[in-house]
């Protein structure tokens, strides 16, 4: 059985930083593409950022410049680095994993979901 488990949320000041953490068990994720997807209140769940095994990356524009995501495949294997937090970055971030080679953006292509951390961000 995969298990994905996110750490690393909170409540930050506008143009802060947070990094987000996923953990996966029961698996080698070598060769699983990890992505990070948000839902903010009242919003569907959205793309934020996508590698695939090989490292290959694909950011949602509304986070380009801002997040980066990295995979460490031999601990924890993905870590989203947010700077310059944005009100509207507020929303439950979810940690997903796929065996594929691709670095899907669509939630549909995951079959593997955390639980989700909440991060706030404050005026």
């Known amino acids: 059985q995969v298990q994905v488990v996110e750490s690393g949320g909170g409540l930050v000041q506008a143009g802060a930083s947070l990094t987000l953490s996923c953990a996966a068990s029961?698996?080698?994720?070598?060769?699983?593409?990890m992505a990070w997807f948000r839902q903010a209140p009242g919003k569907e769940r959205e793309f934020v950022a996508a590698i695939s095994w090989s490292g290959t990356f694909v950011y949602a524009d509304s986070v380009k410049g801002r997040f980066t995501i990295s995979r460490d495949n031999t601990k924890n294997p993905v870590r989203l680095q947010m700077n310059s937090l944005k009100l509207e970055d507020t929303a439950v971030y979810y940690c997903a994993a796929q065996r594929t080679r691709l670095a899907p953006t669509n939630p549909e292509d995951y079959d593997f979901w955390g639980q989700g951390t909440q991060v706030t961000v404050s005026s």
């Open positions: 029961g698996r080698t994720f070598s060769y699983y593409a």
